[in-house]
């Protein structure tokens, strides 16, 4: 079988997990750390703090400071509501695509790393190699945070890293933070009829969201000069708005779920603070004066670094040198990368497919882009 053929296989198992976010991704776990001991890695089960969930972290050649990670996170977004054309958790091959859940995001470049862990074992040498698959990117980047504090506390650290999400195999250094919050609003329900009597928590939200959604110029008009993000700027938007109970109830609760992808770090803290200026000056006397107990709350579920581009990147010259590519670029999505560079680490993204596909009905990734990156690891495998 040819490591394109082995990794089809394998991806086709991998889709074979639904390992959506909310769920467990113990299963899926359990066979990559089979397959990675089968080959002769020493893997470490690091349990997340529910225990329903796992980071693998696997290594070939010593334990020591300095290897080279191959990483990818397991979960994959929900499917729920999306129109599927087949079983989006059974992977179809048809006109050279390779259809399922996560396919491109991100289980294709994870099956290519585990079709080369043989070959790896054979090559490796005095500086190790590893693997890191994580839980919970999609909702935060939480397994790779967990990862990095375990890998702090045990004072080895690789020195490059390869996150394989997908680029298109284009080298990727650089890409904005991922900051995700959940807003809160209790209000006091009531009858439909007597408003005043309530405090309606589904209209304050809406007030709130309108309040995030003029940011936009401001933060439009903060770009850098000399910013190569497409778009340039910081951008917000608004995943969910929910509350309520009936036509005829003042709604007693909502929630909003809302990101930002800042350019820089001030950004970020120009909508938290014009935020919370306007719910502690405006929205909250408004609503305390006829219910006392009435809240907003906001909860950070991740606050994810950007990865910051650099005149010295190790990974970026090795992964030139392995894919022919003398350029690299910039995107606007977040992936782990950042965690990994402030630990210290020299990091790009190159994987196969496109983010274009990823989080949709009917993701795929195209079969050659998965050769290519196949070849990519192949040619690491030389250099061992």
Not at 13 to 39: C, E, G, H, K, R
Not at 171 to 187: M, P, V, W
Not at 251 to 274: C, F, G, N
Not at 343 to 367: F, L, N
Request: aromatic share 6%.
């Amino acid at each position: 079988m040819t490591p394109l053929d082995r990794s089809i296989a394998i991806l086709r198992d991998l889709i074979a997990f639904p390992t959506v976010s909310a769920d467990s991704n113990l299963d899926m776990i359990v066979y990559m750390a089979s397959l990675l001991q089968d080959a002769g890695a020493k893997c470490d089960v690091i349990s997340s703090p529910c225990g329903r969930k796992a980071n693998l972290f696997a290594t070939l050649g010593p334990e020591t400071d300095g290897g080279i990670l191959l990483s990818g996170h397991s979960d994959v977004v929900p499917v729920t509501d999306q129109d599927w054309s087949s079983d989006p958790f059974e992977m179809v091959q048809r006109d050279g695509r390779l259809y399922g859940r996560g396919a491109c995001d991100m289980k294709g470049f994870i099956a290519a790393t585990l079709a080369l862990a043989p070959l790896y074992a054979e090559r490796v040498g005095a500086r190790p190699l590893h693997f890191s698959f994580t839980y919970d990117e999609e909702t935060g980047c939480l397994g790779a945070q967990h990862l990095a504090q375990v890998l702090q506390e045990r004072g080895v650290t690789p020195g490059v890293a390869i996150v394989g999400e997908p680029t298109k195999m284009r080298i990727i250094d650089g890409h904005k933070g991922c900051y995700e919050y959940t807003t809160r609003f209790t209000g006091l329900p009531g009858h439909g009829s007597l408003p005043d009597h309530g405090v309606n928590a589904v209209e304050y939200a809406v007030r709130y969201v309108s309040h995030l959604l003029s940011l936009k110029d401001d933060l439009r008009q903060r770009a850098p000069t000399d910013s190569r993000f497409d778009p340039p700027w910081t951008t917000v938007n608004v995943g969910a708005l929910t509350g309520g109970v009936a036509h005829n109830v003042i709604a007693p609760t909502a929630q909003v779920d809302w990101e930002m992808r800042p350019v820089q770090i001030s950004d970020a803290d120009h909508v938290k603070h014009s935020l919370q200026r306007f719910c502690d000056e405006t929205l909250l006397p408004q609503m305390q004066a006829v219910h006392p107990d009435a809240t907003i709350v906001t909860e950070t579920i991740g606050e994810v670094a950007g990865l910051v581009p650099t005149s010295e990147n190790e990974a970026r010259r090795i992964v030139s040198e392995l894919t022919g590519s003398n350029t690299s670029d910039l995107v606007a999505f977040g992936t782990e990368a950042g965690i990994f560079q402030s630990i210290g680490m020299d990091v790009v993204v190159c994987g196969p497919g496109s983010i274009e596909q990823a989080h949709k009905a009917d993701e795929y990734v195209a079969v050659d882009q998965l050769e290519h990156c196949v070849r990519m690891l192949e040619r690491l495998a030389e250099r061992l």
